[in-house]
């Protein structure tokens, strides 16, 4: 099985189709082509840039990908990280991601990944698992550069979970109500989205070329929340306080807006751009993505405020990779994204009330990984 796409992860075992005889040589490289156009993008929501039309694969056949993530002030050759940063662990990433595919036809895709992050500020470390499971089907095959685009369809669902998080006390002390606390920590923040693409790819000369548009919609929810005032303890869960007396004093204390806003809805739109280069064993491949989100609830108690009351409701990334064939059906890679606010459109858990002014931020995270065919 020779692994000839350009940055792809799909298995030469495709059918390809075109209008005209050609020769071996143009046989081969049009076979480069499918082969990375196919695949290679299909996993997406995190790599939304990436997503293309397809697959042309046979029954059967699929891909395995595994990387590993980090950013750190070594790392940050672009200065993606925040500004201002005194302390070389804030910003820092590290994590892992696994994500594979298959074709059960011709035409029908399924794929899924797990992602493990671990991101550090204000001396905490808190863990984070990302998964997304989609389907993509084949509307419209192309026969030809002359002869139209592929088009496909896809729907994906994706989220985050995180196990407890502790809101460091320096962003208590910056709001009403909460710079009363001594500590507070969020334990079960989720987000869910399901999501679904209209993908379109052309083919021109030695390059792909990919448009895509998708809208989705989504959840964030916590748990619980712990908070301490001196030798106090009490409990949030499911909209009240488990002590009454805390619950009496919330309006009191100005934060039952902030903690009725926890949970909330979101709808969300997307689009942008991809291009893929295979040159021989080598291969590039590029993307832009806008995303742009609403939420209910909590984006109102925000605006409301007198200080940090700016909200943050669009994305722009950028995401690209260098891919190099070792051997017939495996590839090594490198991979960069560049944020303009932050992760708002990747991990949408990290947005509430106390961390949306971190959303005006950029970030970035390189990643270096491995992919195999079959």
């Known amino acids: 099985m020779d692994f000839q796409g350009g940055g792809g992860t799909v298995p030469s075992g495709h059918r390809l189709k075109r209008p005209f005889r050609a020769s ?4 081969r490289l049009a076979a480069a082509f499918v082969s990375g156009v196919s695949m290679a993008g299909v996993a997406a929501a995190p790599l939304d840039p990436f997503l293309e039309a397809g697959p042309h694969t046979k029954p059967g056949t699929g891909f395995v990908e595994l990387s590993s993530d980090g950013m750190s002030k070594q790392l940050d050759l672009l ?15 590290r994590g892992f991601r696994i994500r594979g595919g298959y074709g059960l036809t011709s035409r029908l895709w399924v794929d899924g990944g797990f992602s493990r992050r671990q991101i ?9 698992n990302g998964w997304q ?21 896809r729907l994906n ?11 460091p006390r320096g962003t208590l002390e910056r709001y009403r109500g909460f710079d009363l606390l001594d500590s507070l920590a969020v334990s079960g923040a989720s987000d869910r989205q399901l999501q679904s693409d209209l993908i ?43 002590s009454d007396l805390v619950q009496s004093l919330a309006p009191t204390l100005g934060i039952s807006d902030a903690l009725s806003s926890i949970n909330y809805r979101t709808s969300f739109v997307h689009g942008g751009a991809g291009v893929r280069m295979p040159l021989g064993s080598w291969a590039l ?4 993505q806008f995303f742009s989100i609403q939420r209910d609830l909590v984006d109102s108690v925000i605006s409301a405020r007198s200080t940090d009351n700016t909200v943050y409701r669009t994305n722009h990334t950028l995401l690209g990779e260098v891919a190099y064939r070792m051997a017939p059906g495996v590839r090594v890679f490198a991979r960069g994204q560049a944020m303009s606010n932050q ?31 079959f």
Do not use: H, K
């Open 24 to 27: 071996r040589r143009i046989c």
């Open 120 to 128: 550090f500020y204000g001396g905490l470390g808190p863990f984070f």
């Open 79 to 93: 200065r993606l990280r925040p500004d201002g940063l005194t302390d070389d662990s804030a910003g820092v990433l």
């Open 157 to 167: 669902a994706w989220g985050n979970q995180a196990g407890t998080i502790a809101v």
């Open 200 to 242: 379109t790819t052309w083919w021109n000369g030695s390059s792909v070329w990919t448009v895509f548009a998708g809208a989705g919609m989504g959840r964030v929810s916590v748990d619980s929340i712990q908070a301490s005032v001196g030798p106090f303890e009490t409990t949030w869960r499911g909209g009240r306080f488990d």
């Open 343 to 373: 992760m708002l459109s990747e991990m949408p858990l990290l947005y509430n009330v106390l961390t949306a002014r971190r959303f005006n931020e950029r970030y970035g995270v390189l990643s270096a990984g491995l992919m195999a065919s």
């Open 133 to 153: 499971l989609g389907g993509q089907w084949r509307v419209r095959e192309s026969l030809g550069r002359w002869s139209g685009p592929d088009v496909s369809a």
């Open 285 to 288: 491949r590029g993307g832009y």
